[in-house]
């Protein structure tokens, strides 16, 4: 069973997006970093190609949609928009 996170705050201006967990343990990540592991599944083609997916420091979350209850659809402002971060995944983040 997948677990939500209790808040989910973005922070433009700084480019991190904090996810509080019911255990009370928080996760700051970049929006570069989120936008570098994409999961999607081109970024996921392009790394097993051995390509890195570029993500510039200034790369911004330009919108996060909810996927049911186990995901969260991350658009960046360098117009990609196809990543689905499951929960799941996004827990692994310290
Ligand atoms: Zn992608």
């Given at each position: 069973?997948?677990?939500?996170?209790?808040?989910?705050?973005?922070?433009?201006?700084?480019?991190?997006?904090?996810?509080?967990?019911?255990?009370?343990?928080?996760?700051?990540?970049t929006?570069?970093r989120?936008?570098?592991?994409?999961?999607?599944?081109?970024?996921?083609?392009?790394?097993?190609?051995?390509?890195?997916?570029?993500?510039?420091?200034?790369?911004?979350?330009?919108?996060?949609?909810?996927?049911?209850?186990?995901?969260?659809?991350?658009?960046?402002?360098?117009?990609?928009?196809?990543?689905?971060?499951?929960?799941?995944?996004?827990?692994?983040?310290?």
């Amino acid at each position: 069973m997948t677990t939500l996170p209790a808040t989910i705050e973005n922070h433009a201006a700084q480019g991190v997006l904090a996810l509080r967990w019911p255990d009370g343990s928080e996760a700051r990540i970049t929006h570069a970093r989120l936008r570098a592991l994409c999961p999607c599944s081109a970024c996921r083609a392009q790394r097993r190609a051995g390509i890195e997916v570029e993500a510039d420091n200034a790369v911004r979350l330009a919108a996060i949609e909810p996927v049911g209850a186990y995901a969260l659809n991350l658009a960046f402002s360098d117009g990609h928009r196809r990543g689905i971060y499951p929960y799941e995944m996004l827990a692994t983040f310290a």
